[in-house]
């Protein structure tokens, strides 16, 4: 499974700006970071610790304006487990912030620093932060969706499914009210290739990996998208996931964009690539059902 940045391909209107940022050595992740607009929203905080790691850190990003009490959104970037940092994601958490969630994008420690399940522990430490700190920032701590791509995807699921990481981290599961996951791995046993060994291999039980093997009907509401060009994690996962939740009784979409390749389906969420798929409008109005079905604090 290559990260991201390996998979990554720029828009024409980026290339002369990635050329110029190459010769500082930046990645075309971070490249598009940099150059790419980004939607109205104001960066709360920055570098905020969650833990005592320097990877626990996060970033919180909000609305243009209003006070809230808004949704939280908690985003988790992929990178295979192996790579990533929050910086190059700011567009994804304003953009989510312009749909009006307090989006909280967390950094968390990879391989070889760790392998599983330290990564699921630190998603886990973040949502623990959002929950108890999102009021200060205007966010309703009740009402907390997560959302993510490829590796990050994983995480969101296995935090949503699988209630033992929450709990650990004293956070009720029940304040998850949805999830969203895009073009993310949910059913990779036999463990292959060269990431997935190394990284989940030394597991005690395999089996609890997998977040297809946590369906139960109280499951927060799940909206599952993956690229139908998506050559890197295949969308069978997602179809396969969709109908494990459903046949356990808990709301479960799935939504295949067929045009779309793994970072596709990411890019679908920046402005200037919003107009290859309605993945951003589509994911966020899933989202902001079931976060309204759910009453706000009053402030």
């Known amino acids: 499974m290559p990260s991201l940045v390996r998979s990554l391909r720029l828009p024409a209107m980026l290339v002369l700006g990635v050329a110029a940022l190459a010769l500082g050595a930046c990645s075309p992740l971070t ?9 109205p929203s104001r960066k709360l905080a920055g570098d905020v610790a969650y833990g005592p790691d320097p990877r626990q850190a996060l970033d919180v990003y909000a609305p243009a304006e209003g006070q809230g009490p808004w949704p939280v959104a908690v985003f988790f970037y992929g990178g295979s487990w192996e790579d990533g940092r929050r910086q190059d ?3 994804v958490g304003r953009a989510l912030a312009a749909e009006g969630f307090l989006t909280v994008v967390p950094d968390y420690r990879l391989h070889p620093q760790v392998r599983f399940p330290a990564f699921l522990e630190d998603g886990a430490g973040a949502v623990a932060w959002a929950a ?14 997560l959302a993510g791509h490829s590796a990050g995807a994983y995480n969101a699921l ?93 709301p479960a979409a799935a939504r295949i964009y067929p045009d779309l390749g793994h970072a596709g389906i990411l890019l679908a969420l920046s402005r200037p690539l919003r107009g290859s798929a309605p993945v951003l409008e589509e994911m966020t109005a899933f989202l902001r059902r079931h976060v309204d079905a759910a009453a706000p604090n009053t402030r």
């Open 31 to 39: 490249a598009f970071a940099n150059l790419t607009p980004t939607d």
């Open 89 to 91: 994601y700011g567009w």
């Open 132 to 145: 108890n700190n999102a009021e200060r920032f205007g966010g309703d701590p009740q009402r907390i969706v």
């Open 158 to 250: 296995m935090l949503a499914l699988d209630e033992t990481y929450l709990e650990a981290a004293g956070v009720t599961p029940a304040r998850i009210r949805a999830v969203a996951g895009l073009a993310g791995p949910y059913d990779f046993l036999p463990l292959t290739g060269e990431i997935t060994p190394k990284v989940f291999g030394a597991a005690e039980d395999l089996s609890a990996t997998q977040p297809v093997n946590f369906p139960r009907a109280d499951a927060p509401p799940a909206f599952l998208a993956a690229g139908g060009e998506d050559e890197v994690v295949e969308a069978e996962d997602t179809r396969i996931l969709q109908a494990r939740l459903s046949a356990a009784g808990a």
